[in-house]
């Protein structure tokens, strides 16, 4: 008898075509692809109530050539002008490219690029080559009222670079990219801000070849989006790493900048610590373009010490058992550890099959072992440092965590983990293909209300019949943790999306969440900021935003709720 073939989806295995809108939604590098695949399909299939025969007709998949109706908008002498200051060669007028650049990697956008719909497309893209260039661009912009759009790696999740009122997009990445300094003895790294993240970390964890220091660097920040963000990407959205509970946010990382805006350029002081005032640095950090154009950052850096990194897993009984945990750890003062992540029992379950480790002899010893699944949560870290310092933070956390009921997995589920942390967000395009969107949001909390803000923001998207809601704790403070929710539906229509999505936020803002914990705020969250912070802060911004840009011409049309 002919034994019956497994049927397997079409997922995408090929560059997007070159032009098309799939080129500019795709996630990630043009070649790099993530299948959903054995234990997930299935999950997905029972989820959505689908069967094979619905994973044979794809939906707007984007091929078509990038079309774009909208005038370039600019004037012929504006043109020239741009063109004698940078070259022919680093003024883009095409179509393809002027969408490219307008564009972030925001659901919706994705969603409306599929359908080609293109709603906001700069009117010029311009890659600066240095800082006297940048100079130059923002003071004759500011003088021709021409909207400037700051774009680095192009991963803003929240509409962070969409152009609503045409301009320019300044390109940063394509030139302004390299790491130039690494001072040893203050042990900092002075970077243009357009470098690429794997390019900061390589070039760090190099510095004895490249800039000849006695040791080699690393600068401790690693997001999900490490291949497809910038240095100056991370300060202006305040982003946070998957080792930042042990290194810090980037806001922790910064210790001086240099702005081009149009009321002048400045670059803040790069002492350790000063009482000279209100720190016009900090005031910086998280400005979202919205401010001015980051050209150049100081970053903290850290001995690199990859021989004592020692990793850690455990299963705990209960979401309230690990959260305690966790706690008590964070609370400990012992040190703390570099990646340090809990799941709820629902991300757990997704992610013990996303690692091929359902149905392991793990698994099957955690639930002989009373470790249920839909309850039991996956607790892994790291710990990086001196090698005393590692060895005693590792034992404690051990400690802690068989007091509370875990048991211990060792260090595997944590290398399964590394080896797809960065392709996770790859299985987008293929998922979007069948009209199923993966999507995140992210917010921080006390300790006291930890527990509530995760159990109402839950059962607001498990409102939705069918919906998959997986969270996670993954940067650890002693006065409380983000909660990370990743939410998978099947739904077509944009305008839906948005609605879902808006319900989400409501609830984080409700239930006492901060807005965004590490996303940054761009346009899609703004209309929330000014009930987050209220009407006395957010003048603060305003007046910051009137002093240093008078002519609203960086990054308009709602960036952090500013006009």
């Given at each position: 008898?002919?034994?019956?073939?497994?049927?397997?989806?079409?997922?995408?295995?090929?560059?997007?075509?070159?032009?098309?809108?799939?080129?500019?939604?795709?996630?990630?590098?043009?070649?790099?692809?993530?299948?959903?695949?054995?234990?997930?399909?299935?999950?997905?299939?029972?989820?959505?109530?689908?069967?094979?025969?619905?994973?044979?007709?794809?939906?707007?998949?984007?091929?078509?050539?990038?079309?774009?109706?909208?005038?370039?908008?600019?004037?012929?002498?504006?043109?020239?002008?741009?063109?004698?200051?940078?070259?022919?060669?680093?003024?883009?007028?095409?179509?393809?490219?002027?969408?490219k650049y307008s564009h972030g990697q925001t659901m919706e956008e994705a969603m409306e690029l599929r359908r080609g719909i293109v709603p906001y497309v700069a009117?010029?893209?311009?890659?600066?080559?240095?800082?006297?260039?940048?100079?130059?661009?923002?003071?004759?912009?500011?003088?021709?009222?021409?909207?400037?759009?700051?774009?680095?790696?192009?991963?803003?999740?929240?509409?962070?670079?969409?152009?609503?009122?045409?301009?320019?997009?300044?390109?940063?990445?394509?030139?302004?990219?390299?790491?130039?300094?690494?001072?040893?003895?203050?042990?900092?790294?002075?970077?243009?801000?357009?470098?690429?993240?794997?390019?900061?970390?390589?070039?760090?964890?190099?510095?004895?070849?490249?800039?000849?220091?006695?040791?080699?660097?690393?600068?401790?920040?690693?997001?999900?989006?490490?291949?497809m963000s910038t240095v100056g990407g991370w300060v202006a959205a305040l982003g946070s790493g998957q080792a930042s509970t042990y290194y810090g946010d980037a806001?922790?990382?910064?210790?001086?900048?240099?702005?081009?805006?149009?009321?002048?350029?400045?670059?803040?002081?790069?002492?350790?610590?000063?009482?000279?005032?209100?720190?016009?640095?900090?005031?910086?950090?998280?400005?979202?373009?919205?401010?001015?154009?980051?050209?150049?950052?100081?970053?903290?850096?850290?001995?690199?010490?990859?021989?004592?990194?020692?990793?850690?897993?455990?299963?705990?009984?209960?979401?309230?058992?690990?959260?305690?945990?966790?706690?008590?750890?964070?609370?400990?003062?012992?040190?703390?550890?570099?990646?340090?992540?809990?799941?709820?029992?629902?991300?757990?379950?997704?992610?013990?099959?996303?690692?091929?480790?359902?149905?392991?002899?793990?698994?099957?010893?955690?639930?002989?072992?009373?470790?249920?699944?839909?309850?039991?949560?996956?607790?892994?870290?790291?710990?990086?440092?001196?090698?005393?310092?590692?060895?005693?933070?590792?034992?404690?956390?051990?400690?802690?965590?068989?007091?509370?009921?875990?048991?211990?997995?060792?260090?595997?589920?944590?290398?399964?983990?590394?080896?797809?942390?960065?392709?996770?967000?790859?299985?987008?395009?293929?998922?979007?293909?069948?009209?199923?969107?993966?999507?995140?949001?992210?917010?921080?909390?006390?300790?006291?209300?930890?527990?509530?803000?995760?159990?109402?923001?839950?059962?607001?998207?498990?409102?939705?019949?069918?919906?998959?809601?997986?969270?996670?704790?993954?940067?650890?403070?002693?006065?409380?943790?983000?909660?990370?929710?990743?939410?998978?539906?099947?739904?077509?229509?944009?305008?839906?999306?948005?609605?879902?999505?808006?319900?989400?936020?409501?609830?984080?803002?409700?239930?006492?969440?901060?807005?965004?914990?590490?996303?940054?705020?761009?346009?899609?969250?703004?209309?929330?900021?000014?009930?987050?912070?209220?009407?006395?802060?957010?003048?603060?911004?305003?007046?910051?935003?009137?002093?240093?840009?008078?002519?609203?011409?960086?990054?308009?049309?709602?960036?952090?709720?500013?006009?």
């Amino acid at each position: 008898m002919k034994r019956k073939t497994k049927f397997v989806p079409d997922w995408s295995d090929k560059p997007p075509e070159k032009g098309s809108y799939r080129a500019v939604f795709k996630m990630g590098a043009p070649d790099r692809f993530k299948h959903p695949g054995d234990p997930w399909y299935p999950m997905l299939k029972e989820a959505f109530g689908m069967d094979d025969s619905d994973f044979n007709r794809k939906v707007f998949e984007g091929r078509d050539p990038v079309s774009v109706s909208a005038e370039i908008g600019l004037s012929r002498t504006q043109v020239d002008w741009f063109v004698h200051l940078l070259g022919r060669d680093n003024v883009s007028l095409d179509p393809f490219n002027r969408v490219k650049y307008s564009h972030g990697q925001t659901m919706e956008e994705a969603m409306e690029l599929r359908r080609g719909i293109v709603p906001y497309v700069a009117r010029a893209v311009i890659h600066p080559e240095n800082k006297r260039q940048v100079q130059e661009i923002v003071s004759y912009c500011n003088q021709q009222k021409i909207p400037i759009y700051p774009y680095g790696g192009g991963s803003s999740v929240t509409l962070g670079v969409r152009p609503v009122r045409g301009g320019i997009i300044l390109s940063m990445a394509t030139h302004m990219n390299r790491v130039l300094e690494v001072n040893e003895q203050n042990q900092t790294a002075r970077v243009q801000a357009g470098c690429m993240g794997p390019v900061y970390e390589e070039t760090l964890n190099h510095s004895v070849h490249l800039f000849r220091t006695r040791r080699n660097y690393t600068g401790g920040h690693f997001p999900q989006s490490l291949e497809m963000s910038t240095v100056g990407g991370w300060v202006a959205a305040l982003g946070s790493g998957q080792a930042s509970t042990y290194y810090g946010d980037a806001c922790d990382l910064v210790l001086s900048q240099e702005y081009v805006t149009p009321a002048g350029t400045f670059r803040t002081l790069d002492y350790p610590s000063a009482a000279t005032g209100p720190k016009v640095n900090d005031i910086m950090k998280g400005s979202e373009g919205a401010f001015g154009v980051l050209v150049e950052v100081t970053m903290k850096i850290f001995r690199y010490m990859p021989k004592n990194c020692r990793r850690f897993s455990f299963m705990f009984p209960s979401w309230e058992a690990a959260v305690n945990a966790a706690r008590e750890i964070s609370q400990g003062e012992f040190g703390k550890p570099a990646v340090f992540r809990i799941s709820d029992a629902e991300e757990t379950d997704a992610g013990l099959k996303l690692y091929h480790l359902s149905g392991s002899m793990l698994d099957r010893v955690a639930t002989l072992l009373k470790y249920k699944p839909m309850k039991r949560c996956l607790c892994m870290g790291t710990v990086e440092g001196e090698r005393g310092f590692v060895r005693n933070v590792n034992r404690r956390i051990f400690r802690i965590c068989i007091r509370k009921g875990a048991l211990p997995l060792g260090g595997f589920p944590v290398k399964r983990w590394e080896q797809t942390r960065y392709s996770e967000p790859y299985l987008r395009d293929d998922l979007q293909d069948y009209g199923i969107l993966i999507d995140t949001l992210e917010t921080s909390i006390g300790w006291d209300k930890f527990q509530t803000l995760h159990d109402a923001v839950r059962k607001v998207i498990k409102s939705r019949p069918r919906t998959i809601c997986m969270a996670h704790a993954s940067h650890i403070y002693p006065q409380g943790a983000n909660l990370y929710f990743i939410f998978i539906v099947k739904m077509g229509d944009v305008e839906e999306y948005r609605r879902f999505r808006s319900g989400i936020l409501d609830a984080i803002l409700i239930n006492g969440g901060a807005m965004s914990h590490h996303h940054g705020m761009g346009k899609m969250i703004a209309p929330w900021l000014g009930r987050h912070l209220g009407s006395v802060q957010m003048e603060v911004l305003r007046a910051l935003k009137r002093h240093f840009d008078p002519n609203d011409i960086m990054n308009p049309g709602g960036q952090l709720g500013l006009d």
